[in-house]
């Protein structure tokens, strides 16, 4: 257990669907990070929050959204979803901001669109 | 643009037998580099880290990289592979400067090590 919480673990949906996903960073993180993992295109960086703010924006699709909460837990909302957006979604999180020091991962949420 | 490239897709080895696993990166500036493996079903972990200072740095498990800066490469390098070393492996790297907020990854390299 890396202290980073992922749920759900799988979730399949229907296109045209809307998905919440969910993360809770290890104790003490304050910034949290959304990366899409596929086969064809690897480990992307999605979006970035620290401290409730949002830092840094990567590939994410305006169909994309995420925030923080005060209490540091954050979601990624996906909507009008596609066939292309099945993927592994992986939260995780840092206690800085900048990515001096590495992550710490979830174990991921494994999105599947029919 | 910032980039990880990583030259093997997938690594066929016998137990026992050495393992080095190339990785090049493109940035503008100081980087910092990382390697990090994931386990069948498992979450990304931290197997080591450069920063600074003596390229070689040896992470856990065993494993060691070098930092090459002349050839932008930061390879990883195991003496003796185990069963257990089976995994997805990634190359991932931040710049130290201002703006630098996340890791861009390399595209994995899946070892597969026979008993």
């Known amino acids: 257990d890396s202290g980073v919480t992922q749920t759900p673990k799988h979730l399949i949906t229907a296109t045209g669907q809307r998905v919440t996903l969910r993360c809770s960073p290890r104790?003490?993180?304050?910034?949290v990070y959304w990366y899409q993992q596929s086969l064809d295109q690897g480990l992307q960086f999605l979006i970035q929050?620290?401290?409730?703010?949002?830092?840094a924006k990567g590939n994410i699709l305006e169909r994309f959204s995420a925030q923080q909460f005060p209490d540091l837990h954050s979601e990624l909302n996906l909507s009008s979803l596609e066939l292309g957006d099945s993927a592994l979604y992986f939260c995780a999180s840092s206690v800085d901001s900048a990515a001096l020091y590495g992550y710490t991962f979830g174990s991921g949420t494994r999105l599947t669109v029919v | 643009a910032q980039s990880v490239s990583q030259h093997n897709h997938h690594v066929i080895l016998s137990e026992a037998a050495s393992l080095e696993l190339g990785c090049n990166y493109s940035y503008g500036g100081t980087v910092n580099l990382f390697w990090y493996v994931q386990y069948p079903g498992q979450h990304l972990q931290l197997l080591l880290k450069y920063f600074s200072g003596d390229p070689l740095v040896k992470g856990i498990k065993g494993f060691e990289a070098e930092f090459i800066k002349s050839k932008f490469s930061f390879n990883l390098r195991k003496p003796s592979v185990q069963w257990s070393d089976t995994a997805e492996y990634f190359c991932a790297a931040a710049g130290s400067g201002a703006g630098s907020y996340q890791l861009t990854f390399g595209k994995g390299t899946k070892l597969s090590v026979i008993p």
């Open positions: 104790s003490g993180d304050l910034s």
């Open positions: 929050y620290y401290n409730g703010e949002e830092r």
